[in-house]
């Protein structure tokens, strides 16, 4: 076991970046250095996949060594029927944190997931609760007249959170205008009017972020249409079929709606093509890896590392792992 540390509680440390992009191995790498130095770590996983229990391949999740070898925290905690919000995140990272302190390791934060960041660092909007009554209503709606319609009357409702997501974001689009129906008062009009809402913590967080930003897009797509194929020759389709069997998941539900689960479900009840599902695992994939890098563009203070450079990921271990050491002698 690690000798007892002290690290400041405003102190974390948090390796992010688009899927695909080699996080994981770097923070395995980590974990061996910082043993090494007789430091342990506890992995926090900050990726809304993850969470949910007997979905394994389509989320690339952790195999079953490295969760036995290394403590990671956020993973396989719910079943697919469940919710898990951002908000539930910050909650609960901070407890896993002071937790992974108590024994004496050190917490790092991992993942590409940007909403639950900014839920952890800096609140999230004062927004209603979900009323599921007036969801289901919408889930029905689409079910009868299609996804598309729902879309057009949120167009008329609230015309800002309509431009600002895709026609295909049937996640957001359903909760904008579970917002306007449930108050009468649009989605973007709750942002506008509290645009952070009170900090979930009551502690300010110090942290450095080290984002995994390729350099060339070509590299990230490459990689990320490898690892899809790669989840398929691991029967992928079958942990979907597996799923569907489940009476008490269905496709509209969040953890379904995740990239690749969404795909393969239209596939397997005959809405799309085999090709088709891939294409569109493949281009959902790279859209979702696009959104994650706008994330983390608009925050200045991140250490960026190119994962195409093996020097710069070797040199990110070593920085990494003295700032841990430099704050655990504070």
Not at 97 to 109: L, N, S, T, W
Not at 143 to 165: F, K, N, T
């Amino acid at each position: 076991m690690s000798n007892p540390i002290s690290l400041n509680i405003d102190h974390i440390l948090a390796i992010v970046g688009p899927t695909a992009s080699g996080k994981s191995n770097f923070s395995l790498s980590l974990c061996e250095e910082a043993y090494k130095k007789n430091l342990t770590i506890e992995l926090i996983s900050m990726d809304s996949a993850l969470v949910y229990r007997g979905m394994s391949i389509g989320t690339a999740k952790p195999s079953n060594f490295h969760l036995a070898s290394i403590k990671h925290h956020g993973v396989d905690i719910c079943e697919p029927w469940e919710s898990y919000s951002a908000a539930k995140f910050a909650s609960d990272s901070m407890r896993w944190y002071q937790e992974a302190r108590d024994r004496g390791h050190i917490p790092v934060i991992i993942g590409g997931t940007m909403l639950y960041w900014r839920a952890l660092t800096q609140g999230l909007t004062n927004l209603p609760p979900a009323d599921p009554i007036i969801r289901k209503k919408i889930e029905l709606d689409a079910l009868q007249h299609g996804w598309d319609s729902v879309y057009e009357q949120l167009c008329v409702v609230d015309p800002i959170s309509a431009q600002r997501l895709p026609p295909g974001d049937t996640q957001r689009i359903s909760r904008a205008l579970e917002v306007f129906l449930s108050t009468g008062k649009s989605f973007s009009s709750w942002i506008q009017e509290d645009p952070y809402g009170k900090t979930r913590n009551d502690t300010s967080i110090n942290s450095q972020l080290f984002s995994f930003e390729p350099e060339d897009r070509k590299w990230l797509h490459t990689r990320i249409e490898n690892r899809f194929h790669e989840m398929l020759k691991l029967n992928f389709l079958n942990e979907v079929r597996t799923l569907m069997d489940n009476p008490l998941i269905n496709q509209h539900l969040p953890s379904m709606r995740a990239v690749g689960y969404r795909q393969a479900w239209e596939y397997l009840v005959g809405e799309i093509t085999e090709d088709e599902f891939i294409n569109k695992s493949i281009a959902a994939t790279r859209q979702l890896a696009k959104r994650q890098l706008t994330w983390l563009r608009a925050m200045p203070t991140r250490r960026v590392v190119n994962p195409q450079n093996s020097i710069q990921v070797k040199h990110a271990v070593s920085d990494c792992l003295n700032q841990l050491i430099e704050w655990s002698s504070k």
